[in-house]
C-alpha cells in the first residue's frame, strides 16, 4: 500500500491536534487546583483520574453526578477524605469531567 503524502500530514496534525487538547485540560485542571490532590494514574490524596474513569466506565449518569461533586465537593465515595467545593463554573467542571472519564 502506498502512503499518500497528505495522508500523512492529515495523521500528523489530527494527533498533533488530539495533544494539544489534552494539554488545554491538564492546565485547566491545573489552573484550579485539582492537580494538587489528583494525579493521572496514581492515587495521592483524591483517586487517580485513571482509577475514577474505570469507576465510572459504562455509567450513563457519571457526568452529570461527578459534574455536581466537582462543583459541590463531597465524600465517602472513596474513603473518608473529603473534596471541598470547587472554585470552578459548570462549564469547566463538565469539560474536566468529560476528559477525567476519557483517561482510562
Ligand atoms: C483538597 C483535595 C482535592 C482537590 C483540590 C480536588 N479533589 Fe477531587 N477528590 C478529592 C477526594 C478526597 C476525592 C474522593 C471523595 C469521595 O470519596 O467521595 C475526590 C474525588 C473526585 C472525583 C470522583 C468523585 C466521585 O464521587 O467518585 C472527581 C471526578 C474529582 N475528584 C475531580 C476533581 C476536579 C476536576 C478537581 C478540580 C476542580 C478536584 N477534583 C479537586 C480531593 C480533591
New binding site residues.
Partial sequence: MRIYPFTLLLGIWLMASNIAQADDEYEL?DS???L???QLDMKI???SFKE?AR?YSGNNGAESI?ED??ING??????N????A?N?DKEEAAT??KW?LGTK
Avoid: D
Fill in positions: 485542571a484550579r487546583g485539582c494538587a490532590c489528583h490524596v483524591g483517586p475514577i469507576k461527578l461533586k466537582v463531597g465524600v465517602g465515595v472513596w474513603g477524605m473529603p473534596m471541598h470547587g470552578i474536566l469531567v477525567i
